[in-house]
């Protein structure tokens, strides 16, 4: 008797546990929608068109007097809302530590963004101001909201679990992605048996986006719990927490230097990502649905080339092969450099390429980090991991929009974010990894 009224409170906390876990796998299915139908496919060409509206004879605009290429326009607003994000997430973070109230703050982001995404249904005529506006908030909400998001996976998965219930979720959202993106494929090929212009069409993909955020959120916020908060004065304010966590990194120096690789060549992926549509629309003149095909493509292969790096890992080591991967992002964007226009097979292939190498390169990245936190620190590292992250994704694209802006050439703009991954692999490959993962207090694999 005495050992079923012990294995009943387990059992419940297990399906708890269980009932949380499929909750948070739904956040992700809800909120992925967004980076691929909104930030990857529709907004930069289609915000872009409309601030070449609003320009004067010289193709500029002037957001509160200042003069910008139109066509640079979306890459300076997508580095804007990173700057917001960091802003906000140590403030956010903080928080939610002191209050244990992760809830509450997430459907705050959640909701915010979900908003600011269905208000783009609004972007018609010459609103590129309006849409500048709407980007920022979508963009640094659904920051703050994958901070807190990712905040729960040490709750509610134990150690053993968190690289199967992360893999899960970050299935899920590529799902998630491709199958909102067929929908979108045919609502825009078809929008004149829909009665929509294909300005109108767009605009209704990129609300609908911002509707499956807000509603597929309501999953997770009614599974996951919020736990007690730490004890009182464990969790400084997010400027202090920041900095106690940069200062005690600086007593593993080599964690921090493979920490800086990473963020380097990360940011050349994200910019890679957020750009590569306004590449295909303006430089190679290629059609929308040419675009929806060609990222429904990397969709799909990013989970074939996940599983399949996962594999040469497990032969060749994760430093070895995120390097390998690295290379392939290389000679993948200057293979980009010399596309011919309207040549859609062509982006096709690019496209693969990019496709293959995105979710290994990424999830290897964070496995490996993962080996180089000291024990007992997890969770404040990795929250600088993701701080660190949003921190430097802003330079890419101001780097692209900076080329684009001084040579009028998108070649050159996408041929410039070379330097992210030469800069990344170089300072990755000079990392001693065998010997951080030791400095850091962990056991060394046998291949890593």
């Given amino acids: 008797m005495g050992t079923q009224t012990v294995r009943a409170p387990v059992a419940d906390e297990a399906a708890g546990l269980r009932r949380e876990r499929h909750g948070w796998y739904v956040y992700d299915w809800a909120c992925s929608v967004y980076s691929t139908s909104v930030l ?8 872009t068109a409309v601030a070449e509206r609003a320009a004067d004879a010289g193709g500029y605009v002037h957001p509160l007097g200042v003069p910008v290429r139109a066509g640079s326009f979306f890459a300076y607003t997508v580095s804007l809302s990173v700057i917001v994000a960091v802003v906000l997430m140590p403030l956010v973070g903080s928080a939610a530590d ?31 101001l309006l849409g500048g506006v709407l980007l920022v908030v979508a963009n640094a909400a659904q920051s703050v909201g994958m901070m807190l998001y990712n905040s729960y996976l040490p709750q509610i998965a134990p150690p053993e679990q968190r690289d199967a219930v992360s893999s899960r979720g970050w299935a899920l959202g590529y799902a998630a992605g491709s ?21 109108a069409a767009v605009r209704v993909c990129l609300a609908s986006a911002g509707l499956w955020w807000g509603a597929f959120t309501l999953v997770p916020l009614r599974r996951l719990r919020d736990r007690r908060a730490r004890v ?15 200062r005690d990194m600086r007593r593993h120096p080599l964690t921090l230097a493979f920490l800086l690789a990473y963020l380097v060549y ?31 493509l990397v969709q799909v292969l990013a989970v074939a080339g996940a599983l399949a790096m996962g594999r040469l890992a497990r032969a060749y080591g994760a430093q070895r092969t995120i390097l390998g991967s690295l290379v392939a992002w290389t000679l993948t964007l200057a293979a980009g450099y010399f596309l011919p226009a309207r ?18 390169s990424q999830a290897l990245s964070r496995s490996l980090f993962s080996h180089l936190v000291p024990p007992g620190k997890e969770a404040e590292y990795f929250s600088a991991y993701e701080l ?42 000079r990392v001693p990894v065998r010997r951080a993962i030791g400095e850091a207090g962990n056991p060394v694999p046998e291949r890593i």
Avoid at 40 to 47: C, H, I, K
Avoid at 233 to 246: D, E, I
Avoid at 399 to 409: A, I, N, R
């Fill in 179 to 199: 199958l909102v993106l067929v929908a979108d494929l045919v609502l825009y090929s078809a929008h004149d048996s829909f009665g929509l212009t294909e300005p």
């Fill in 40 to 47: 990857t496919v529709f907004l930069g060409p289609y915000l």
């Fill in 388 to 429: 660190s992250d949003r921190g430097m994704s802003w330079l890419g694209p101001l780097l692209f929009g900076v080329t684009y802006q001084l040579t009028g050439s998108y070649r050159s703009a996408i041929v410039s974010l070379v330097a992210f991954f030469v800069i990344g692999s170089v300072l990755l490959a």
């Fill in 232 to 246: 009182a004065g464990a969790a400084a304010p997010g400027a202090r927490q920041l900095a106690a966590t940069v």
């Fill in 98 to 128: 002191r209050t244990g109230r992760r809830k509450p703050l997430l459907a705050a982001a959640a909701y915010t963004g979900a908003a600011a995404t269905t208000g783009m249904f609004l972007l018609d005529g010459d609103r590129y």
């Fill in 266 to 296: 990360n940011d050349g992926i994200q910019t890679v990502i957020s750009q590569a549509s306004v590449y295909g629309s303006e430089e190679l003149g290629l059609g929308q649905s040419t675009l929806i095909g060609a990222v429904l």
């Fill in 343 to 360: 040549a859609p097979v062509w982006f096709f292939v690019l496209a693969a390429g990019i496709g293959l190498v995105l979710g290994g």
